[in-house]
């Protein structure tokens, strides 16, 4: 073992131009007979699975076929195995309901693209592939922008195109001059001559089954009934003849006109049973300066014109407020109501035409022509950096309002006053549920969110005061008869009568916990989750650790274990699985599926249930992690995958008990040929005497008699991944699989927390679990490195500097001064990081002035002279989560204690890192630093000499430097 002297390799030594991607320190070759380990050469040998799914008869699967480097392919394949299709470049698979037809998304290839460039002839459009199942016709379509199948198509679709591009031999389009001239004269008679309109293409309207096809031109925008039979749609043109909204049905011969001239339209929406349409118009004021959009519904069982239901300045309506775009339009569930939103009319820019050019500017206008400045103020609910972050979003809030479409009349629902506003039971009944968090705003930056609620009267508009400073947010019944929310600090479920204004802990008389017991943050807990609710709102669902319990909300009736306290007994957590439900009620005495998770050993799997609390029956439960769990719509056979640490997640089928399993695919059969290695739990005690479990990977061919060198990564708690299937790749953090294929043992031990004490809960956690590893006798004490990100790259750095055990360490993107991370900004979302130490994840439960001794304890920095660990360092400036201050503060504390030290700075990147490129070269410099102290690898350039500014662009410093084995005088350190 090398010593960890911050002196390094002195002038006696030969450069070797090693290629990087050549390995860097293989494990022994008697390990390593048949099969080989990873390198950063064979990541793009992997591919990915997505968009599976199988057609309502169970009988066809489709799946694409995403690979690191190269086109993806959709397959579409019988489950029997008797027939099959590949197509390269697809995206997007959709099949109609009644099984026969199969619709894939074709792009172009790199080669179109690059010719398309070359000839500057503008990018080639998608196509897309319509596969006839029964006679297995191909049919292709280009120029494609959009498709849309109906969910209970039995051969409809939609095919929304890009126009035609014209013709060498079209008439020439008019020069610029003739188009000013006829510009100008239009604006002078028509304000809405120059106003902006999308332009919409054709649409084909497709019965695949019987071959009729219809080509409707200029539509912008379409919805469709679920049998895709009828249309309603919007057409823009640039000549505005057949401009409007429009209507038909498959058997109508004409469509019918519900608006007809030229306008910009939006939020189009229909009714639930297809008797009504909304949307916003403004063709009535096209001609005006303002051209204010209106609200139109129309009746599309009689057809005509869609009158106007809302206006700017209609009684109801606050003055000088418009209706915006901005805002959703939807119908109630019966359809009598319209929501939609309204917003304070914005100021007229001001007209440079009109403006009095002999007028003396104020001061003020002066330097509002150059002046940008933030002005933060403690006034203010949000932070600056909080409020420009959200600065489109509030400029394009909009307040909810109502049309009461038989009684013809409106109402103003939300406001300045009142941001969030929810129609409850559909929107069909009296009360909408208001929410308001302006008074609690300041408290985001060191707490969470807060709100006081309201019902709203949607006849009236009315607003009563329900709650005050419920942390979080709250809900409604389906039927809206109940208020629901959790509180944390009385660890229930709570709610209120909306009739009787009653509030009960609902939750209260459960003898179990409801609450997250493993809850380690100074914030209250948090609850296992609900279920839902049951028809009528008469019970509601809640989970447990492990079981599932149904409440009485009017706090009458008695709770009931639902699944008998089953899951309790064997240590499975139980939870509903919701597979083709048409209703959103939990219907209790019916069989219902229930996943099952061994909290102990980690094996996954599947129960039957009644929830009438009898005990469920198991249907299978095995040592893997099954998911993409998916049913036929009309046949007993499920979809799902099935992983391990070894067993990439293919695709399986089987039928509804999980009998005559058949693996479908086998997309990186590659693995076969590399070393592995192998998953275990452990356990062990920690320092505060409380039994902890982890993940302890070996490598292939293990041999206990050998000593291994140890990596150690961790994130909280990761026990419970014990079957995640970790893929060969780059990244910000060590990949799994590549460190073990290399003949590390690697291992992940969980992390419970003391608040205030996190550094030393993360100490009295992994250190112990560590020893406990290493007395086993296989792995090598003085070889042993340890990586983490975030919270991890925290507790890196604070635990080097106090324990000596790790030969090597890499911390990213950690805190390292608490004091000055506390007010540090989450650049992303713009809040301040004082939430993140009184109530969230660094766990100090104090401000830094009530607990500042436990700031500075906590804190790497101010111990920084005990560190002897060499330390490799990732904190980008562009970091939006943690200060990236907060890694240059360790490195130059570090550095003037002549510590061997490296911070890399990838420019312009995150948190984490995002470009493929940048954690290509991250993950091979990691494997470089872990290597050298851990395997006796050759050293590379960029941490024997670093890389000098002047030589940033020219080269990467990767080229390994040999050293001489007789150079007694450094050891062969790196600086």
């Keep these: 073992m090398r010593p960890s002297s911050p002196r390094g390799v002195g002038r006696a030594v030969s450069l070797l131009l090693l290629l990087v991607l050549a390995p860097l320190a293989a494990p022994p070759a008697e390990a390593q007979d048949a099969l080989r380990a990873l390198d950063h050469d064979d990541y793009d040998r992997w591919s990915s699975i997505q968009q599976q799914g199988l057609t309502a008869d169970g009988a066809w699967l489709h799946y694409r076929v995403n690979p690191r480097d190269g086109d993806a392919v959709v397959h579409l394949e019988r489950v029997d195995g008797s027939e099959s299709f590949q197509f390269e470049r697809g995206i997007q698979p959709m099949t109609t309901r009644d099984s026969r037809f199969f619709l894939v998304r074709i792009q172009p290839s790199d080669e179109a693209r690059e010719e398309a460039r070359e000839n500057r002839s503008g990018q080639p459009r998608d196509s897309i592939a319509l596969v006839d199942l029964e006679s297995g016709d191909v ?111 498959a058997g109508a011969p004409e469509p019918v006109a519900l608006l007809e001239g030229v306008s910009n339209v939006s939020r189009l929406t229909v009714s639930d049973d297809w008797n009504r349409v909304a949307f916003l118009s403004n063709r009535e004021t096209w001609s005006t300066e303002d051209a204010d959009l209106l609200l139109h519904v129309g009746d599309l069982t009689s057809g005509g014109v869609a009158p106007v239901v809302a206006r700017p300045g209609d009684e109801g309506l606050p003055d000088e407020w418009i209706l915006s775009s901005n805002g959703n339009v939807s119908f109630s569930d019966s359809g009598a109501r319209v929501f939609f939103g309204t917003a304070p009319r914005p100021p007229s820019e001001p007209d440079e035409d009109q403006e009095d050019e002999d007028r003396e500017l104020t001061t003020e206008e002066e330097l509002l022509e150059d002046v940008v400045v933030d002005i933060w103020s403690w006034h203010d609910g949000f932070l600056q950096t909080q409020q420009l972050q959200q600065l489109n979003q509030e400029r394009n809030r909009t307040h909810l309002a109502v049309a009461h479409l038989e009684e013809n009349r409106l109402v103003q629902l939300g406001g300045p006053s009142l941001l969030q506003v929810s ?198 439960l095995e040592d893997l992690a099954f998911g993409g769990l998916q049913k036929a719509e009309d046949a007993d056979r499920l979809l799902f995958t099935k992983r391990t640490w070894r ?137 042993i490195g340890v990586q983490g990100h975030s919270w991890g790259g925290y507790q890196i750095a604070y635990m080097i500097t106090r324990t000596n055990l790790f030969a090597a360490a890499e911390a990213g993107a950690p805190v390292t001064n608490m004091t000055s991370a506390y007010g540090g900004i989450r650049w992303e979302s713009g809040r301040v990081r004082q939430m993140q130490y009184e109530q969230g994840q660094s766990r100090i439960g104090a401000s830094l002035w009530e607990a500042q001794h436990r700031y500075i304890e906590n804190s790497p920095l101010f111990t920084a002279y005990k560190v002897e660990t060499p330390l490799l360092m990732l904190h980008n400036d562009e970091d939006g989560a943690v200060p990236w201050e907060e890694g240059i503060q360790f490195f130059v504390a570090l550095r003037r204690l002549n510590r061997p030290v490296w911070l890399l700075n990838y420019n312009g990147e995150a948190h984490g890192l995002r470009q493929s490129h940048n954690q290509r070269d991250w993950t091979i410099r990691m494997q470089q630093f872990f290597d050298y102290y851990l395997m006796d690898a050759d050293p590379p350039v960029w941490m024997v000499d670093g890389v000098p500014a002047v030589e940033k662009g020219r080269t990467l410093g990767l080229d390994l430097v040999r050293t001489d084995d007789n150079d007694d005088d450094n050891g062969g350190n790196p600086r």
């Design 647 to 783: 067993q990439f997640p293919d695709l399986w089928v089987s039928d509804t008990d999980f009998q005559g399993r058949r693996q479908m695919t086998d997309v990186n059969p590659h693995q076969a040929e590399y070393a592995w290695g192998t998953a275990e739990l452990v356990d062990w005690t920690s320092s505060d005497g409380e039994t902890l479990q982890g993940i302890l990977y070996k490598p292939e061919d293990f041999d206990p008699s050998r000593e291994y060198p140890m990596m150690v990564y961790f994130y909280e708690r990761s026990s419970n991944g014990l079957h995640n299937h970790f893929v060969p790749g780059t990244g910000t953090s060590i990949n799994r699989t590549f460190y073990v294929s290399r003949g590390y043992v690697l291992f992940v031990p969980d992390i419970p927390y003391k608040e205030g004490y996190p550094g030393e809960s993360a100490m009295n956690a992994i250190v112990p679990g560590v020893l406990s590893v290493v007395e086993q006798g296989f792995v090598d004490r003085d070889r």
């Design 139 to 249: 049919e292709m379509r280009g120029r494609l922008r959009n498709a849309v199948v109906p969910p209970e198509s039995d051969g409809w679709i939609l095919l929304h195109l890009h126009d035609e591009a014209p013709s060498d031999d079209e008439e020439e389009p008019e020069t610029e001059e003739a188009q000013e001239e006829e510009e100008v004269e239009e604006e002078a008679d028509d304000p809405g001559a120059d106003r902006d309109r999308p332009e919409g293409s054709e649409l084909l309207w497709i019965n695949l089954a019987t071959g009729e096809e219809r080509s409707l031109p200029g539509v912008t925008t379409v919805q469709a009934n679920d049998d895709g039979t009828r249309l309603v749609w919007v057409v823009s043109t640039p000549e505005g003849e057949v401009d409007g909204v429009w209507t038909a049905s």
């Design 423 to 620: 129609p409850m039971a559909g929107g069909d009944g009296r009360w909408a549920l208001g929410q308001d968090d302006i008074p609690y705003r300041p408290r985001v930056s060191w707490d969470t969110r807060y709100v006081d609620v309201y019902l709203v009267d949607l006849e009236t508009g009315d607003r009563e005061l329900l709650l005050e400073e419920i942390r979080g947010s709250v809900s409604s019944s389906p039927t809206g008869a109940y208020v629901v929310w959790w509180d944390g600090t009385a660890r229930s479920w709570m709610t209120l009568d909306v009739k009787t204004r009653r509030v009960v802990e609902a939750t209260r008389p459960i003898p179990r916990a409801i609450y997250n017991e493993l809850n380690d943050t100074p914030s209250p807990p948090g609850s296992y989750g609900t279920a839902g609710w049951t028809e009528g709102d008469e019970r509601f669902v809640v989970n447990d650790a492990y079981d599932l319990w149904s409440v009485d909300p009017s706090g009458e009736a008695a709770p009931e274990n639902l699944t008998g306290g089953y899951g309790r007994e064997s240590g499975i957590r139980l939870r509903l699985v919701r597979l083709n439900w048409d209703e959103p009620e939990i219907p209790l005495g019916e069989e219902v599926l229930l996943s099952a998770f061994d909290t102990w050993t980690k094996a996954d799997g599947y129960y039957r249930a009644y929830l009438d609390g009898a005990a469920p029956q198991r249907i299978v």
